[in-house]
């Protein structure tokens, strides 16, 4: 079993930035790929990010390539998002998922956090 614990969320002014971190416990944090997801009230769940589980692939989102970067440190068993140059419409709850394939859909993931809020105000 592999436990996910968001943090890093709040609010933020339009074009600041954000570090979310998700830490984990259980089994080897390197056999697992780690994607970062968010929803938006009334939205479905979107990828956002992805990493591989030695950190030499990463994906992102077109709505946030550049401005968002996925990576990881295996020793501390932790995967964080940098976000920069935030807007409003990156508002949502974020999630991070793990799991042993690399994908960019949520429905492969089999381990998820609780979710973390990030309000982006104009």
């Known amino acids: 079993q592999v436990q996910l614990v968001e943090s890093g969320g709040g609010l933020v002014q339009a074009g600041g930035s954000l570090r979310l971190s998700c830490a984990t416990s259980?089994?080897?944090?390197?056999?697992?790929?780690v994607g970062w997801f968010r929803q938006a009230p009334g939205k479905e769940r979107e990828f956002v990010a992805v990493?591989?589980?030695?950190?030499?692939?990463?994906y992102y989102a077109d709505s946030v390539k550049g401005r968002f970067t996925i990576s990881r440190d295996n020793a501390k068993n932790t995967a964080y998002l940098q976000m920069n140059s935030l807007k409003p419409e990156d508002t949502a709850v974020y999630y991070c998922?793990?799991?042993?394939?690399?994908?960019?859909?949520?429905?492969?993931?089999?381990?998820w956090g609780q979710g973390t809020q990030v309000t982006v105000s104009s």
């Open positions: 998922a793990a799991d042993g394939v690399l994908s960019m859909n949520p429905r492969f993931y089999s381990y």
């Open positions: 259980g089994r080897t944090f390197s056999n697992y790929a």
């Open positions: 990493i591989s589980g030695t950190g030499s692939v990463t």
